[in-house]
């Protein structure tokens, strides 16, 4: 991503208002890149492009200007409607030097050769008149529209003809396009929106300021611009990028995400594909290793962000990566209570005069001229002509001076500015569920908002007419429905917001309706009941109908089917029925595709090999789990294996995960336990 000026020479030390460049490769961040002038930008890009090309690697170059004028303008001066004969045509006529350009004298040229005289472009920055380039609007005349299409919908966007003053574009563009027609001439570009983007590089233009937001404290704006834009394009998944480049504007061009920048931001995620839970053709039984894959693989966050203070964020899933608005610590400074002067002391004894005071925490820092130390208390800055301190316990006062003993290293007991992080650091990245202790690195170094996922809202539905409310009467053949309030609080330990969507009797039309309530109010339904393909498997039915759904039969046990689909967009896992196996489904399956579905990205939870104490003959095929706890120091299980046995799920305390081969088990060998709080249950 490039932030191009078309100013003179900025100088060696970088400053705002400059060229800037951002690179970003996958999910690595480089650093960004100054260039004082446009002559240095071109030759670092040619540089950049070349070994890219090389590498083989496909690069999209984002620019920051306008890559046409509005409409009739090209035709009318080089006598093509085509905007890459308008960029020739430039690059033949302009003149560019460090400290200095023609581009005022031509756009006056441009102007008489119209045949206006007093338009369209205006404004001369220049101490010389120019005949034909106006210093302000009077008398001005334009046969063309003011802005492209594009800019009338982009907020604050300046017109192309403005020459000069602040925030004014036509100079950028001016002196940009001839440096694109010479990079074309070089490699193999495509340019968007006019070709078809099947060369190995492709020019974009994109606005940094739609998206960017706002740089951290003592970051160059432009420098944190270019490095926000090329990570939220690069982060785009393929779908999406591809949906954002169908544009058609021939001639003026336009502005890539202009109308999705809430979703660039991540403000509004994109929605999932239709087929995103199908199976490959001629799969009947998945195993649990290969459904993640799959899972990990086509789901993304759903959720909106927002941005919120410190206060209220423990808990929250970071929207985007978060960077230290200032160093901690901000100023070296002092570990201990003692005695601060400069440069460290040999063997031997020494004595150095105090200067009247003392620095503490808080305080500014002074100044300690050469031979002298000072008192200074832990947590404290440390005075210019301060750069070791010495343990109050191993020096004697007298006299007004401080005796000690050396050998002492410079920089002893102190620590540097930025130690333990720098300014513009990342110090949370994307995905993260912020803590306690994150609160604290984010107030340290002078974060006092963050952008987060808007919490995932769960809704859950119970389906069938055997079930009635507990505490109801139930007739003979119901049964209580156990699943709806696990499931509920399943949601709401996962981090996420329950909602009770009640339970449908085995009516389709009432449950399309159910689901149609839902897709409005949450972010991901459950269902438990109807997962399977019996007549009144309703959930199947219903999702098969809206073209979205899949039966997966896993190779799980308890479980087997799994029917997954989205209904108006909105993901639905149809759980089955039976509770334990609506649990451990929940676990296995649910709960990762859900932490994506927040924004925080797959979560396997962390398992532990203990002995076993107790004996299994398991067969080939399925992975199962079984019930079970720790007791001295060994895993033991549930005597009763079979599903319908829900006293073993209140009993166990995590579950014991056996993988698909066959194997014989018997106390002391070693499986794998996860306790339910690896899947973060409270115990």
């Known amino acids: 991503m490039v932030d191009w000026s078309a100013g003179n020479d900025r100088g060696p030390r970088p400053v705002k208002d400059a060229i800037w460049i951002g690179v970003q490769r996958g999910a690595a961040a480089e650093e960004p890149v100054y260039q004082r002038n446009r002559q240095e930008a071109e030759g670092w890009l040619e540089a950049f492009l070349t070994v890219e090309h090389d590498e083989g690697r496909r690069v999209l170059v984002g620019f920051d200007f306008p890559f046409g004028y509005p409409l009739g303008f090209s035709e009318a001066l080089c006598g093509s409607s085509d905007p890459l004969d308008l960029w020739d045509w430039f690059e033949a006529r302009i003149e560019d030097e460090p400290k200095g350009n023609n ?9 008489l050769g119209l045949g206006l005289g007093q338009g369209p472009f205006w404004f001369n920055t220049l101490s010389r008149d120019i005949e034909g380039l106006p210093r302000n609007k009077d008398g001005y005349a334009n046969p063309f529209p003011e802005k492209r299409r594009c800019e009338d919908r982009a907020k604050g966007a300046f017109t192309c003809w403005q020459m000069g003053g602040a925030g004014a574009v036509g100079g950028q563009v001016m002196m940009g396009l001839p440096v694109l027609a010479r990079l074309r001439r070089q490699f193999e570009v495509a340019v968007w929106p006019y070709q078809p983007l099947t060369a190995p590089i492709a020019f974009v233009e994109i606005w940094p300021s739609l998206t960017a937001g706002t740089a951290p404290e003592g970051m160059i704006k432009d420098a944190w611009q270019v490095q926000q834009i090329a990570g939220q394009v690069a982060q785009l998944p393929a779908d999406r990028l591809a949906a954002l480049l169908d544009v058609d504007a021939p001639e003026e061009g336009w502005i890539f995400g202009l109308g999705h920048e809430d979703e660039l931001r991540g403000d509004v995620p994109p929605p999932l594909r239709n087929d995103c839970f199908a199976l490959p053709p001629g799969v009947h039984w998945t195993p649990v290793s290969e459904a993640h894959d799959l899972l990990k693989a086509r789901l993304s966050a759903v959720t909106r962000t927002e941005t919120v203070p410190l206060g209220v964020a423990a808990g929250r899933i970071a929207a985007q990566a978060v960077f230290a608005a200032r160093a901690n610590p901000p100023l070296p400074n002092t570990a201990v209570d003692g005695y601060g002067f400069s440069g460290g002391r040999g063997a031997g004894t020494h004595e150095l005069p105090l ?22 208390l832990t947590g404290a800055a440390l005075p210019e002509g301060v750069d070791t301190v010495i343990l109050q316990e191993d020096v004697g006062l007298a006299d007004g001076s401080v005796r000690f ?14 130690e333990d992080v720098s300014a513009g650091e990342e110090i949370l990245p994307v995905g993260r569920k912020i803590t306690p202790a994150d609160l604290a690195l984010l107030a340290a170094t002078g974060v006092s908002e963050v952008a987060v996922r808007k919490p995932l809202k769960v809704g859950v539905i119970s389906t069938g007419d055997e079930l009635v409310e507990p505490g109801a009467s139930a007739r003979d053949g119901q049964i209580y429905d156990a699943n709806r309030p696990m499931l509920l609080a399943l949601a709401e330990q996962f981090g996420h917001v329950p909602v009770d969507l009640g339970r449908v009797p085995d009516d389709r039309e009432l449950l399309r309706a159910r689901l149609d309530s839902a897709a409005a109010e949450v972010d991901v339904i459950l269902t438990s009941g109807g997962a399977s393909a019996g007549d009144e498997d309703h959930v199947s039915a219903l999702l098969e109908q809206a073209g979205a759904m899949a039966l997966w039969r896993m190779a799980i046990k308890p479980g087997r089917p799994l029917a997954l689909g989205l209904w108006q967009g909105v993901p639905v896992f149809g759980l089955p029925g039976n509770p334990v196996a609506a649990l451990v489904c929940a676990l296995i399956f649910a709960r990762p595709a859900m932490s994506v579905l927040a924004g925080a990205g797959w979560a396997d939870p962390q398992g532990f090999e203990v002995p076993a104490a107790f004996v299994k003959s398991k067969k080939a095929g399925r992975r199962e789990y079984l019930r079970a706890r720790i007791r001295g120091g060994r895993a033991e299980v549930f005597a009763s294996e079979g599903s319908g046995r829900i006293s073993g799920l209140s009993w166990a305390e995590g579950l014991v995960e056996l993988p698909e081969p066959a194997g014989e088990i018997k106390p002391g060998d070693m499986v794998r336990y996860v306790p339910f709080g690896s899947y973060g249950l409270a115990g």
């Open 103 to 111: 581009r005022f004298d031509l756009a006056a040229e441009i102007n």
């Open 355 to 376: 200067v009247e005071g003392r620095a503490a925490a808080g305080d500014a820092p002074g100044a300690v001229p050469e031979g002298l130390a000072i008192r200074v």
């Open 405 to 418: 003993s050396g050998p002492i290293k410079a920089g002893a007991n102190t620590r540097k500015a930025g």
